[in-house]
């Protein structure tokens, strides 16, 4: 497991599963970029300031995006707090990151090939448990604009 921490009874864990198909939202990574990824955007609520550990396990090659208040999936850089590939090792994503309370961000999951599909898991360690649930990002960005 990827989470650690000298006092494990501090560290709650809270996990979510979902898939990403050929029906899943699309985005170009960079501004004209023609290849484009499958991707599942996740509002992630915090509720208590603290580190948090966010982990994936797949058997897909998983890649983590964690935007500050929303995404924009026309500009993928805008907001855009912290990334990564393969920090969990076996092409599994992992961000640790500082939160604050009562801010909401979001997690967007996709893959580090185009067109790649599959079951993905993800699991966030912290100080309490965040609640995580899956938005349509498009619908989310223009509203919230």
Do not use: W
């Amino acid at each position: 497991m990827f989470f650690h921490s000298s006092d494990t009874s501090s560290v709650i864990q809270t996990n979510y599963s979902s898939v990403l198909t050929s029906d899943s939202q699309t985005y170009a990574r960079i501004s004209c970029e023609l290849e484009k990824y499958y991707y599942e955007a996740i509002q992630v609520k915090v509720f208590t300031a603290g580190t948090y550990t966010f982990g994936s396990i797949s058997s897909i090659d998983t890649y983590g995006y964690l935007y500050e208040s929303d995404f924009n999936p026309f500009n993928p850089t805008v907001n855009l707090q912290a990334q990564n590939d393969n920090g969990c090792g076996n092409l599994q994503l992992q961000i640790i990151t500082e939160l604050q309370m009562n801010r909401t961000c979001i997690l967007i999951v996709s893959t580090s090939s185009p067109n790649a599909t599959g079951l993905f898991s993800i699991f966030v360690s912290g100080p309490n448990n965040v609640t995580l649930n899956r938005i349509s990002e498009y619908l989310y960005y223009v509203r919230n604009k």
